[in-house]
């Protein structure tokens, strides 16, 4: 990949991935919001650290390089003042990051429903208010859900998570694919195999614990377990950013939108997916490996 997507929001700029000098045993974990961005830096701190007590200190230790909210220097000078191996996180779609041969790319998704319902609360979690008019807290009308619908993958519109913005994010980890560095999970699998999920991502870091260790780790990376240690768990924890920490774990199931929204709104919703991507793309996008809900 030569040329660069640009990707700017009012939270996120892909820019200052600039300043960010590559090493070849990078792993950047790549997702659109609330799609498992946080579950799955988890298990790589645990695979990092092989302690299931280690404190993740996720923002500090694996930071989220496009944030307009830290300061670029002071992020780009820790990261490589880090002498052991690295983590960041984007919520940059693949076409706008860069991309080295050596790194490892972990793209996660989730079914587009349960990200946008996850980022509506997530949004009301949160102290920042570019996108108050997109979520109302009292919403009779379904301002929310029509623009997810209508909201563009790029620009003002991208860090509100539209699913324009998925799709792209979708398109763009597909194309690359087929790259030995870049690897597709699913929220649902995760949910499904977490000690399945494990294995998989250890083997692609080529890290290795004994099996009485690696079953510590998976506890400690159970949704429930984060969920009753959300202080030390969620990006900032304990650091009052959030109005409630454990609220940033609120749900980690699959289908909560069932009944949430009206016919017409999932018929809305349908078309645009139908529209957009294969039966076999929209199964795995929604269900993961499976490609059914989960029974």
């Given at each position: 990949?030569?040329?660069?997507?640009?990707?700017?929001?009012?939270?996120?700029?892909?820019?200052r991935w600039d300043r960010v000098a590559i090493r070849a045993d990078d792993v950047i974990v790549v997702t659109p919001p609330k799609c498992g961005t946080t579950w799955m830096q988890t298990i790589i701190a645990l695979l990092f650290s092989g302690d299931p007590e280690v404190?993740?200190?996720?923002?500090?230790?694996?930071?989220?390089?496009?944030?307009?909210?830290?300061?670029?220097?002071?992020?780009?000078?820790?990261?490589?003042?880090?002498?052991?191996?690295?983590?960041?996180?984007?919520?940059?779609?693949?076409?706008?990051?860069?991309?080295?041969?050596?790194?490892?790319?972990?793209?996660?998704?989730?079914?587009?429903?349960?990200?946008?319902?996850?980022?509506?609360?997530?949004?009301?979690?949160?102290?920042?208010?570019?996108?108050?008019?997109?979520?109302?807290?009292?919403?009779?009308?379904?301002?929310?859900?029509?623009?997810?619908?209508?909201?563009?993958?790029?620009?003002?519109?991208?860090?509100?998570?539209?699913?324009?913005?998925?799709?792209?994010?979708?398109?763009?980890?597909?194309?690359?694919?087929?790259?030995?560095?870049?690897?597709?999970?699913?929220?649902?699998?995760?949910?499904?195999?977490?000690?399945?999920?494990?294995?998989?991502?250890?083997?692609?870091?080529?890290?290795?614990?004994?099996?009485?260790?690696?079953?510590?780790?998976?506890?400690?990376?159970?949704?429930?377990?984060?969920?009753?240690?959300?202080?030390?768990?969620?990006?900032?924890?304990?650091?009052?950013?959030?109005?409630?920490?454990?609220?940033?774990?609120?749900?980690?199931?699959?289908?909560?939108?069932?009944?949430?929204?009206?016919?017409?709104?999932?018929?809305?919703?349908?078309?645009?997916?139908?529209?957009?991507?294969?039966?076999?793309?929209?199964?795995?996008?929604?269900?993961?490996?499976?490609?059914?809900?989960?029974?």
């Amino acid at each position: 990949m030569t040329q660069r997507q640009l990707y700017l929001g009012p939270l996120t700029d892909n820019r200052r991935w600039d300043r960010v000098a590559i090493r070849a045993d990078d792993v950047i974990v790549v997702t659109p919001p609330k799609c498992g961005t946080t579950w799955m830096q988890t298990i790589i701190a645990l695979l990092f650290s092989g302690d299931p007590e280690v404190e993740t200190e996720l923002s500090i230790r694996m930071p989220w390089v496009d944030i307009r909210l830290r300061d670029l220097e002071e992020v780009a000078e820790r990261l490589e003042g880090m002498t052991h191996r690295r983590s960041m996180k984007s919520h940059t779609p693949m076409d706008g990051l860069p991309l080295d041969d050596q790194a490892q790319y972990i793209c996660v998704f989730r079914h587009p429903l349960d990200a946008h319902l996850s980022n509506r609360r997530h949004m009301h979690n949160m102290p920042i208010t570019f996108y108050s008019h997109w979520f109302p807290e009292d919403d009779p009308d379904g301002i929310a859900f029509r623009r997810f619908l209508d909201g563009g993958p790029e620009g003002f519109d991208m860090d509100a998570m539209p699913l324009a913005h998925i799709l792209r994010h979708y398109k763009a980890a597909i194309a690359l694919a087929d790259r030995p560095n870049v690897t597709l999970f699913h929220f649902a699998d995760m949910a499904r195999d977490l000690e399945g999920v494990f294995a998989k991502v250890s083997d692609l870091l080529d890290i290795s614990h004994n099996s009485e260790t690696m079953a510590q780790l998976v506890r400690a990376a159970t949704f429930d377990n984060m969920k009753a240690n959300a202080e030390r768990f969620a990006p900032s924890g304990g650091k009052g950013f959030f109005k409630s920490d454990s609220a940033f774990f609120h749900s980690g199931s699959n289908g909560q939108w069932a009944g949430m929204l009206s016919d017409d709104e999932i018929a809305r919703y349908d078309a645009m997916m139908a529209a957009s991507l294969t039966p076999e793309e929209r199964a795995w996008l929604e269900y993961g490996s499976a490609g059914v809900p989960m029974g």
